[in-house]
């Protein structure tokens, strides 16, 4: 079995969301009652992006950086997300419910993208170590440096 799926597993858990939100945006009853209990497979893409998050950063103020920023846009999230459900689109609440649909297939197309580009960042590092054979030489001491990612040769994305 192939290990590194996180972002796959993440991915899985959006594709339920995805789906729960379109049928509450375009059913009634129970129907929309099941989009509803579809749509609360989302923590699942959320606690594995929170794991990914912290091990797809190498440098300890970017590391920090990081989760701060992911931190701050999930609150932000949180507090303008009941403000798209207006009284004005009582009861079925459209707006707000296609709103969630796009949101959740914009998180898992950014999802696909990332694990493309840390698939390619991954490779490109590889190919550069075995094209320098013996002459690739770390840096000694490495992990006391503090490198951010992007800088690290020896660093590699989890996915």
């Given at each position: 079995?192939?290990?590194?799926?996180?972002?796959?597993a993440?991915?899985?858990?959006?594709?339920?969301?995805?789906?729960?939100?379109?049928?509450?945006?375009?059913?009634?009853?129970?129907?929309?009652?099941?989009?509803?209990?579809?749509?609360?497979?989302?923590?699942?893409?959320?606690?594995?992006?929170?794991?990914?998050?912290?091990?797809?950063?190498?440098?300890?103020?970017?590391?920090?950086?990081?989760?701060?920023?992911?931190?701050?846009?999930?609150?932000?999230?949180?507090?303008?997300?009941?403000?798209?459900?207006?009284?004005?689109?009582?009861?079925?609440?459209?707006?707000?419910?296609?709103?969630?649909?796009v949101?959740?297939?914009?998180?898992?197309?950014?999802?696909?993208?990332?694990?493309?580009?840390?698939?390619?960042?991954?490779?490109?590092?590889?190919?550069?170590k075995?094209?320098?054979?013996?002459?690739?030489?770390?840096?000694?001491?490495?992990?006391?440096?503090?490198?951010?990612?992007?800088?690290?040769?020896?660093?590699?994305?989890?996915?």
């Amino acid at each position: 079995m192939k290990k590194e799926q996180g972002l796959y597993a993440a991915i899985a858990g959006h594709v339920p969301a995805i789906i729960g939100a379109v049928l509450m945006a375009t059913t009634n009853r129970a129907p929309a009652l099941v989009g509803y209990y579809l749509s609360g497979s989302i923590p699942v893409g959320w606690t594995t992006i929170l794991g990914l998050q912290a091990s797809n950063v190498a440098g300890s103020t970017k590391k920090v950086t990081v989760s701060v920023i992911g931190t701050i846009a999930y609150t932000v999230g949180n507090i303008i997300s009941p403000q798209t459900f207006q009284d004005k689109d009582a009861p079925r609440y459209l707006l707000a419910k296609i709103a969630i649909g796009v949101m959740y297939f914009l998180i898992t197309l950014d999802l696909l993208v990332m694990r493309w580009v840390f698939v390619r960042r991954n490779r490109l590092r590889d190919e550069e170590k075995e094209q320098r054979g013996s002459e690739w030489v770390g840096r000694e001491n490495q992990e006391f440096l503090d490198l951010p990612d992007l800088e690290n040769r020896e660093f590699r994305y989890s996915l």
